[in-house]
């Protein structure tokens, strides 16, 4: 139950429920707009972790960047908002706080978040049971390469092989491992490119 | 060295770990890209780790206990000002959502202890560097008093810095200064211009260096 602040002597815009002294005063609550900020964490922070990690293929890097929205987000979040007004404004954060984590760590801008193009990720279904689409997208990808080029690429990327693991496999040399990876690699971009046109 | 490093940081995608810094050539943005694509394609990953997800919550818990201005419950003498503040905090929240120039009305919960301004007007922009980074966020909301609001995240610039707003006449004003510390800032001021009049926002240092600039949506 929200608490029932009393006015104080030069407010000055009560809306009193009655004339008495001590005034209760109610707060409408949408059923589309969050609580606390405990119900937008609850509700968004597997959404947001797995776009993150959508753009930054790691665990730690995912988690780190999650954090970092929450505590930029969070502070400041006023709950007279709908839920879809304080996904868009999680999703905003998150497009600044991944565009500094690229500029920092390779000067380019790896990835990205469109706050439009990637709204669906937070009004999605939340909780541990829902699917990520990046293996949808993985395999589009992979299923377009030479079978060589797909093979590399997916010891190496979904099976977490070592490189040498990944040569000893395919019996190949590990500098011929590497060359092929690369070349496999440059095709997959184009694939990945084309997918988005 | 470019190649090894750029080894290494495939290898360390491949295997979950965090990559460490360098310097990316241009040409192999779109192999990195897509790198990051394969490796989120693994099954299984995608899913934040309860332990994760309990620490973090306990980390924003003493966060928000630390607050001092609880929404519906302003100090007296600082009443409206803690008003306006939450005020602008949801202008800003909106101003994410508002990519175009109109239609912010009306907010859905209102503690009715605390009249809020009727927002009639909000833009946006979003600040960017020269060469076209994000650096930030910029909300003018138009209403009685009339409030511009704006963020700055991960600007290479520490310091004082002010904000101009350009109008449409081509004329521009100064609307006041902040300091960016990390790279970092927030700033809001009310304002006597006539929203639908702006044209944009330039953040620039005492040494008159334009920092990042905005137009608005």
Same mark, same amino acid.
């Given at each position: 139950?929200?608490?029932?602040?009393?006015?104080?002597? $030069?407010?000055?815009?009560?809306?009193?429920?009655?004339?008495? $002294?001590?005034?209760?005063?109610?707060?409408?609550?949408?059923?589309?707009?969050?609580?606390?900020?405990?119900?937008?964490?609850?509700?968004?922070?597997?959404?947001?972790?797995?776009?993150?990690?959508?753009?930054?293929?790691?665990?730690?890097?995912?988690?780190?960047?999650?954090?970092?929205?929450?505590?930029?987000?969070?502070?400041?979040?006023?709950?007279?908002?709908?839920?879809?007004?304080?996904?868009?404004?999680?999703?905003?954060?998150?497009?600044?706080?991944?565009?500094?984590?690229?500029?920092?760590?390779?000067?380019?801008?790896?990835?990205?978040? $469109?706050?439009?193009?990637?709204?669906?990720?937070?009004?999605?279904?939340?909780?541990?049971?829902?699917?990520?689409?990046?293996?949808?997208?993985?395999?589009?990808?992979?299923?377009?390469?030479?079978?060589?080029?797909?093979?590399?690429? &997916?010891?190496?990327?979904?099976?977490?092989?070592?490189?040498?693991?990944?040569?000893?496999?395919?019996?190949?040399?590990?500098?011929?491992?590497?060359?092929?990876?690369?070349?496999?690699?440059?095709?997959?971009?184009?694939?990945?490119?084309?997918? &988005?046109? | 060295?470019?190649?090894?490093?750029?080894?290494?940081?495939?290898?360390?995608?491949?295997?979950?770990?965090?990559?460490?810094?360098?310097?990316?050539?241009?040409?192999?943005?779109?192999?990195?890209?897509?790198?990051?694509?394969?490796?989120?394609?693994?099954?299984?990953?995608?899913?934040?780790?309860?332990?994760?997800?309990?620490? *973090?919550?306990?980390?924003?818990?003493?966060?928000?206990?630390?607050?001092?201005?609880?929404?519906?419950?302003?100090? @007296?003498?600082?009443?409206?000002?803690? !008003? *306006?503040?939450?005020?602008?905090?949801?202008?800003? *929240?909106?101003?994410?959502?508002?990519?175009?120039?109109?239609?912010?009305?009306?907010?859905?919960?209102?503690?009715?202890?605390?009249?809020?301004?009727?927002? @009639?007007?909000?833009?946006?922009? !979003?600040?960017?560097?020269?060469?076209?980074?994000?650096?930030?966020?910029?909300?003018?909301?138009?209403?009685?008093?009339?409030?511009?609001?704006?963020?700055?995240?991960?600007?290479?610039?520490?310091?004082?810095?002010?904000? @101009? *707003?350009?109008?449409?006449?081509?004329?521009?004003?100064?609307?006041?200064?902040?300091?960016?510390?990390?790279?970092?800032?927030?700033?809001?001021?009310?304002?006597?211009?006539?929203?639908?009049?702006?044209?944009?926002? @330039?953040?620039?240092?005492?040494?008159?260096?334009?920092?990042?600039?905005?137009?608005?949506?």
């Amino acid at each position: 139950m929200f608490p029932a602040p009393r006015p104080s002597p $030069d407010s000055a815009s009560p809306h009193p429920l009655s004339g008495e $002294d001590h005034v209760a005063y109610l707060r409408v609550v949408s059923a589309d707009a969050y609580t606390d900020w405990e119900s937008v964490y609850r509700d968004n922070i597997d959404r947001l972790y797995r776009l993150m990690y959508a753009r930054v293929g790691n665990r730690p890097d995912a988690e780190d960047l999650t954090s970092e929205v929450f505590r930029t987000a969070l502070g400041p979040l006023n709950m007279a908002l709908s839920k879809g007004e304080v996904r868009a404004y999680l999703l905003v954060t998150a497009r600044t706080v991944l565009a500094s984590h690229w500029r920092r760590r390779l000067g380019l801008p790896i990835t990205s978040i $469109d706050p439009d193009a990637d709204a669906s990720y937070l009004v999605e279904p939340s909780g541990q049971e829902q699917p990520s689409r990046a293996p949808q997208r993985a395999g589009r990808i992979l299923a377009a390469l030479p079978d060589r080029y797909r093979r590399i690429l &997916e010891l190496r990327f979904l099976e977490a092989c070592s490189i040498k693991e990944a040569a000893l496999t395919m019996d190949v040399s590990v500098s011929n491992a590497k060359v092929l990876q690369h070349r496999a690699l440059r095709m997959a971009a184009e694939v990945e490119v084309e997918m &988005e046109s | 060295m470019t190649n090894r490093r750029l080894s290494a940081f495939l290898d360390a995608v491949a295997a979950g770990r965090r990559p460490r810094h360098f310097e990316a050539d241009p040409e192999d943005e779109a192999i990195l890209r897509t790198a990051m694509t394969l490796r989120a394609g693994r099954p299984g990953d995608a899913n934040p780790d309860e332990q994760f997800v309990s620490d *973090l919550y306990e980390k924003l818990a003493d966060q928000a206990s630390s607050q001092v201005v609880p929404i519906g419950r302003p100090g @007296k003498a600082r009443r409206g000002r803690a !008003t *306006l503040a939450a005020v602008a905090a949801g202008v800003v *929240l909106v101003g994410g959502t508002v990519v175009g120039t109109e239609a912010f009305t009306q907010v859905t919960v209102t503690p009715a202890a605390v009249q809020a301004p009727q927002a @009639k007007t909000v833009r946006t922009g !979003t600040f960017e560097t020269s060469d076209g980074r994000v650096m930030g966020q910029i909300v003018a909301y138009q209403g009685n008093p009339s409030w511009v609001f704006m963020n700055v995240n991960g600007s290479d610039y520490n310091g004082p810095i002010v904000c @101009k *707003l350009q109008v449409a006449n081509g004329s521009t004003v100064a609307v006041g200064a902040f300091e960016l510390h990390g790279g970092t800032g927030e700033f809001s001021r009310n304002i006597q211009v006539d929203i639908a009049r702006l044209r944009g926002a @330039k953040l620039v240092t005492s040494s008159g260096t334009v920092v990042a600039s905005s137009t608005f949506a």
